[in-house]
């Protein structure tokens, strides 16, 4: 089966600007999740969605990310404006069903870096 | 709320010598443990899960409830064990990683 796909690999903005990512997790699978790992530490949930609804976004930064995922399939991440602190890499993944004992599927991911 | 940890940033250890990585946890339902592991420039994958009892590529791992632990063990390193591990927790439908163990196995 083909894997989570994201674009673009790499994106270099400056401070303040906008950007955009994109991801098309697995055929089938319902859950989609948004990870944030910033150098030397571990992935950090950022969002997960059911289909095309939120399930959880407790630690999204509501007042510069936002997210979507029309039609329950691909989704988009945006941060706007970027600040210095959001250099990292963005994680997509996708998962069959969340309840059951499935790990997750994870794209290659997209590095920000914001100087 | 739900937390692991793993003490070890970083973790050398010569082939064919054992190598275990440390994973403690704090949840307070039932959890889900798993290892993940990220070789160099390959994704994010899982590893094993605890729930299988399984052993792949020579690691396993046994889930201790009393000490809330989920360390990962192999007898004999290979050179190609060499990546980022890491630890995490399913508790409600959400997956929490541990900072993670970078292991470098040396001829």
């Known amino acids: 089966e083909a894997g989570v796909a994201q674009s673009p690999r790499y994106k270099i903005i400056e401070k303040r600007q906008s950007v955009a990512f994109w991801c098309n997790p697995i055929s089938g699978h319902a859950t989609l999740y948004w990870y944030q790992q910033i150098l030397g530490q571990g992935p950090k949930l950022l969002i997960q969605f059911q289909n095309n609804g939120v399930v959880d976004d407790s630690q999204l930064p509501k007042d510069r990310f936002s997210a979507e995922r029309l039609k329950g399939v691909d989704s988009t991440l945006k941060i706007q404006p970027a600040k210095l602190e959001d250099s990292a890499v963005y994680l997509c993944a996708s998962s069959l069903d969340p309840s059951a004992n499935y790990g997750y599927t994870f794209g290659s991911g997209t590095r920000l870096t914001v100087v | 709320a739900q937390r692991v940890t793993q003490p070890e940033k970083l973790l050398s250890v010569f082939k064919g010598a054992p190598v275990e990585l440390k994973c403690n946890y704090s949840y307070s339902g039932s959890p889900e443990l798993f290892w993940y592991v990220q070789y160099s420039r390959q994704r994010l994958q899982l590893l094993l899960r605890h729930i299988s009892r399984e052993s792949i590529k020579g690691f396993t791992a046994d889930l201790n409830k009393g000490e809330t632990s989920f360390h990962l063990k192999k007898p004999f390193a290979q050179e190609e064990d060499s990546a980022m591990y890491y630890c995490?927790?399913?508790?409600?439908?959400?997956?929490?990683f541990g900072a993670g163990t970078t292991v470098t196995v040396r001829a």
């Open positions: 995490a927790l399913k508790g409600r439908d959400k997956l929490s």
